[in-house]
């Protein structure tokens, strides 16, 4: 560590610095709107965030939608645990992974009759929250027609916020989200090591 970063007087002067910064910031943004948040890229943890901020949403006694594209063909800890509780209307939708169904059109039956049920609680502002886990990749197969998805999600109660998942997202859905976070891939036990997928990490 370099030396003048031990300094308590200099970190001190640096984090004042710091607050004030953040205060000014925290005193501007002072809109109130529901978010589309959109997680991608090839790394690890797209879901797992989506499934954190139910966690956060419930914790605050919110109502939680929760719909999963392409999963399905495998039981998960996350569908285990919360669609056992209240105020979560938990629907798994897929038929596995593609690779797995190699059935195109089974796949895009499955992927609209999921969107069925996610565009009536885009209409619906008794949900808080929505996660659409796995969109992204049956957008990017072409499963669901890319413009009516777009069209609902941005016709949505104006307190809704709406977390969708899954590797390439569409360059039109992160042109109108509010939060994208790009997950890089550093390292990974399954593809790097050939370490299977793990209870509690992957399942």
């Known amino acids: 560590m370099r030396e003048h970063a031990k300094d ?70 996350e569908q285990a645990f919360f669609s056992k509780l209240p105020n979560v209307d938990y629907h798994v939708m897929g038929q596995g992974y593609t690779w ?27 949900y808080d929250l ?8 049956a957008l990017k197969y072409e499963y669901l027609d890319l413009d009516p998805v777009l069209d609902d999600l941005q016709a949505r109660p104006e307190m809704q916020h709406v977390v969708v998942t899954g590797r390439y997202a569409p360059q039109e859905l992160i042109d109108i989200a509010d939060t994208v976070t790009e997950m890089g891939a550093v390292k990974h036990a399954f593809k790097d090591q050939g370490i299977k997928a793990q209870k509690g990490i992957e399942l």
């Open 8 to 77: 308590p007087a200099r970190h001190a002067k640096r984090m004042a610095a710091k607050q004030k910064i953040m205060q000014e910031r925290i005193a501007n943004a002072n809109k109130e709107q529901g978010i589309l948040l959109v997680l991608t890229g090839p790394g690890k943890g797209k879901s797992s965030s989506g499934f954190g901020m139910v966690a956060r949403s419930l914790g605050h006694g919110m109502k939680v939608g929760i719909v999963q594209f392409i999963k399905g063909a495998f039981s998960t800890g």
């Open 100 to 126: 797995d169904t190699q059935d195109r059109e089974q796949d895009i039956a499955s992927a609209n009759a999921a969107w069925e049920i996610v565009a009536a609680m885009l209409k619906d502002p008794s």
């Open 130 to 137: 929505i996660l659409l886990d796995e969109l992204n990749i």
